[in-house]
């Protein structure tokens, strides 16, 4: 692991045990065993730390679905329904936190404020990689569907953080299904 690596992996660890604006710079420094230097080197700001947190936590959750994906066929009701399984087990799974960009837009809740922005990036890709696969799926207006899959997954994921194990994710999935197959 290099020192970029280093640093971001100690800062997503306290981003996500502490919260992003709990764990200022110092600790980041402390918790890396790094000089100050070292992480302004890397990261002239909190704020591309931060982005870059976003971005890794966001690229490894796409890595992850398409790694699952690749095996479906891609025109066919198959790759959403198991679109729909794997959103159901990433919620689910002990390691989730929440959607990264839900809790930095919460931490950060001025519009103007470069982390609120994108987040809100971040969120319109969100809904284009899943009104993507509902276009490659053959729906009649992938837009529509991929609009509605991220309200019922972002609205799960929401659910599960702040009371888990009450089926919400569950329930998303049963729901996106329902519409998925009234959209083909």
Not at 22 to 38: M, P
Not at 147 to 168: D, K, Y
């Amino acid at each position: 692991m290099n020192m970029r690596e280093k640093i971001l992996a100690t800062a997503t660890n306290l981003f996500e045990s502490r919260g992003i604006q709990a764990s200022g710079v110092d600790t980041i420094i402390a918790e890396a065993g790094i000089a100050k230097a070292t992480l302004y080197k890397h990261y002239p700001s909190k704020n591309l730390l931060i982005t870059a947190y976003l971005r890794d936590k966001s690229d490894r959750f796409y890595e992850w679905l398409n790694s699952r994906l690749i095996s479906k066929k891609a025109n066919s009701l198959d790759i959403l329904i198991a679109l729909c399984e794997l959103v159901e087990q990433w919620i689910m799974t002990p390691e989730f936190h929440g959607l990264p960009f839900h809790i930095a837009s919460v931490e950060f809740p001025d519009p103007a404020h470069p982390i609120n922005q994108y987040s809100a990036v971040l969120a319109v890709e969100l809904q284009g990689y899943l009104s993507k696969i509902a276009a490659t799926a053959g729906a009649k207006d992938p837009d529509a569907l991929g609009q509605q899959l991220t309200i019922l997954f972002e609205g799960a994921a929401l659910v599960e953080r702040l009371s888990p194990g009450l089926g919400a994710a569950k329930r998303a999935k049963n729901a996106a299904l329902t519409l998925i197959r009234a959209s083909i």
